[in-house]
């Protein structure tokens, strides 16, 4: 059957996540206010606050868990970041990198900066 392609089954062990929402794209310029209060996290009424872009650099980025599973105390998540930005060639490719690439790593000057393997880095 026609509309049961592309349909996800979950599986015994792994959810698989989808991060992308059911939203209705419809024409929002015929939306009367009540309707607009309804769904004020539409894309379509503000765009703003689903872009992955930085608007102060023009960086992409991309954060996206791939598998959680679930278990007793802690589930497993695997999720991966990219950023165009990056100057890092991690496991999965240039940009790429994943919660569970934590580093140290030394500078010339003798820093030591921490990457948290989701972009973020302290030094």
Do not use: C, M
Not at 28 to 40: C, G, I, Q, R, V
Not at 81 to 89: C, E, K, L, M, V
Not at 96 to 117: A, C, F, Q, T
């Amino acid at each position: 059957e026609a509309s049961k392609i592309g349909d996800k089954k979950p599986s015994i062990r792994a959810e698989l996540i989808d991060r992308r929402e059911n939203f209705d794209f419809k024409d929002t310029e015929n939306l009367s206010p009540e309707e607009k209060k309804e769904k004020p996290n539409s894309p379509a009424l503000n765009p703003a606050i689903y872009s992955n872009v930085l608007l102060h650099s023009g960086e992409f980025i991309w954060d996206d868990v791939d598998i959680r599973i679930p278990g007793r105390g802690f589930d497993f998540v695997f999720q991966r970041t990219y950023r165009s930005q990056a100057i890092y060639s991690g496991p999965l490719g240039w940009g790429w990198d994943h919660n569970y690439n934590k580093r140290l790593v030394e500078l010339y000057s003798g820093d030591i900066i921490y990457y948290d393997g989701t972009g973020r880095r302290e030094r």
